[in-house]
Nanobody
Framework: QVQLVESGGGLVQPGESLRLSCAAS????????MNWYRQVPGKERELVAT???????RYADSVKGRFTISRDNAKNTVYLQMSSLKPEDTAVYYC??????????????WGQGTQVTVSS
């Protein structure tokens, strides 16, 4: 069975930093693009950052310059380094990735999310 498991969420004060991790496990043949999304209750899920298998990155305007997405292919893991955190960053953060599992075609998978709260 394939899983994407997020970790690293928590409660921080404005201006502080946090690093989220998402590890993929299972019979994974290859990993394509990996993404971080976030969602606030009552709001649409927002794409925060994306990184391709070649290492190309893109960010939402709201986090550009503050967040950095990276990946460690040897560990099947994607990271989101968040700095200068603002209360507006409070959300459930979800890991998302394109995976080839066994002999199946490439499909998109989601983690269950990790809570990030930025508050004084």
């Amino acid at each position: 069975q394939v899983q994407l498991v997020e970790s690293g969420g928590g409660l921080v004060q404005p201006g502080e930093s946090l690093r989220l991790s998402c590890a993929a496990s299972g019979s994974i043949f290859s990993i394509g693009t990996m993404n971080w999304y976030r969602q606030v209750p009552g709001k649409e899920r927002e794409l925060v950052a994306t990184i391709t298998s070649a290492g190309s990155t893109r960010y939402a305007d709201s986090v550009k310059g503050r967040f950095t997405i990276s990946r460690d292919n040897a560990k099947n893991t994607v990271y989101l380094q968040m700095s200068s955190l603002k209360p507006e960053d409070t959300a459930v953060y979800y890991c998302n990735a394109d995976l080839v599992v066994g002999s199946l075609p490439r499909l998109n998978y989601w983690g269950q999310g990790t809570q990030v709260t930025v508050s004084s």
